[in-house]
Each structure stands twice: as C-alpha cells, then as structure tokens.
C-alpha cells in the first residue's frame, strides 16, 4: 500500500486547511486509516484515525472539536480537515494505514505515508 498525502502549507491562525491521503495498491475500503503530526524538535505523535467503514472515529484531546476526519472510500482516499487552526498545529503531517484500527491509533501501523508540510503563522 502506497499512502500520498497532500494539501499543506502556510495558513495564517484561525483558519482552515484541509489535507487529503490517496492510497494505492491495496484494498482501501479494508484499512483503518490515521494521521500523524511532528512538530519541529517533537516526537511523531497521533492527530486521529477512522476505521475501514468510517463508523469508528478517535481524536488527539488538543484536536477534538477543530479536526475532522473523513475517508471517501470510491476515491480511496482519506482527509484531515483542520479548523481553527493554530501556531501549536505546525507539524508535518503523515497519514497512516493498517488493517486493524488500534495499530493505526497507536502508530504501531504497517503503512506510512510521507509527510506534508503546515505551518501556521500567528
């Protein structure tokens, strides 16, 4: 499985962006899908993840209520919408695949996507 993730760069605080994961290779109506942020001198850490039928959805505490996930299955892609964003939300972000979900919610997941870039200017 191939993961392409896109649709970052500048945004000023406050405002939205939204970053889209198109996947290849693999049945992706079967994955559990997630993003992933690092932030400049952190660690990777988890953002959310969705499970393979969307009905199962899981949120970092600081993006509860400003990130929405969603996956459109016919386009094998999943999206990262991010509202009310923030100086603190200036990451790389990486979408993330695995069969099962908890993986995907633990970053124990098989498949990774590389990153892109946000930066947020307050």
């Known amino acids: 499985v191939q993961l392409q993730a896109s649709g970052g760069g500048l945004v000023q605080a406050g405002a939205s962006l939204r970053l889209s994961c198109a996947a290849s290779?693999?049945?992706?109506?079967?994955?559990?899908m997630g993003w992933f942020r690092q932030a400049p001198g952190k660690e990777r850490g988890f953002v959310g993840a969705?499970?393979?039928?969307?009905?199962?959805?899981y949120y970092e505490d600081s993006v509860k209520g400003r990130f929405i996930i969603s996956r459109d299955n016919a386009k094998n892609t999943v999206y990262l919408q991010m509202n009310s964003l923030k100086s603190e939300d200036t990451a790389v972000y990486y979408c993330?695949?695995?069969?099962?979900?908890?993986?995907?919610?633990?970053?124990?997941?098989?498949?990774w996507g590389q990153g892109t870039k946000v930066t947020v200017s307050s």
């Open positions: 993330a695949a695995d069969i099962l979900f908890t993986p995907v919610v633990r970053g124990t997941n098989k498949y």
């Open positions: 969705i499970s393979w039928s969307g009905d199962r959805l």
């Open positions: 290779g693999g049945t992706f109506s079967r994955l559990s």
